[in-house]
């Protein structure tokens, strides 16, 4: 029982979150050590969403509004961390959701499939009759309804070579990853640098927001957007940030 007065009350909930997913043959092993990882760069953001997350939560938006065949690729994380939020997501934007794991085992993958529908989940893509071209691992395995014909597709806590190999089949590839240095976060077309806790009920509030614009409002908002700046500027952010906390730099 963690009590709520504890300073790091919430962190310690999302990590109990991982622990029950993988209780509950969702979330994988190695999950945590992600979880720790994210942990570690959540710290270093201040675990809060920065400016930078925050716009591109916003064009993240617009882009799964526009998109013709959007869906979102859950793994054992997002469903032991989100689920609920996902499937929010999901139904605003008209993106169906897609099991893919890195860790694949049939069994997990149906439990992940079970575990969205009891909580409502309505549009799910569920083959894996596809493969997605020069990958070697279980990540490859698609639905060729689903993300190997997708136009716009969500990646969170993904691994750089899926990531690498969508964006080479010509997709917009959009991922949420804390780790701004990592292969997925410099590869993607949008990345978010923030929690997956905190980016996608955000995304979902600026798609509420956005869901009645004109198609030429969200296509302004996507134009001006600069990933590779953001993305620059989500790293002088933690840059910043250690240094008003930690007095180990110049002013
Ligand atoms: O369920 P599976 O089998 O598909 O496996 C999923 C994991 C996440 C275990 C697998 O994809 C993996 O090993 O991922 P990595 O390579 O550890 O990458 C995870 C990335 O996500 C790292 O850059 C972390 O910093 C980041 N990350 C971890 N937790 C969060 C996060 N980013 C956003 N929000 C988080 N809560």
Redesign the pocket.
Known sequence: MIPESHPRYESLLTRELIVEGIRNGI??M??L???G??EA?DYLIGEKTSTCALQAERVTAAMLLLAKRPVISV???VAA?VPGEIIRLSDIVNAPLEVN????TEERINRIIECLRSLGAKKMYTKSDGLIPGLEHERAKVDTDGIFNADVVLV????GDRCKALVEMGKSVIA????PL?RTAQCAGITIVD???RAIPNISKFAEELKDSEKDELLRIIREFDNKKNLNNSIKEIITYLSNHGNLMPP
């Open positions: 979330t994988s190695q999950g050590i992600a979880q990882r994210g760069f793994n054992g994380n961390l794991l890195f860790y694949r969170p806590l993904e691994d949420i990853d804390l780790n990592s929690n997956i806790t």
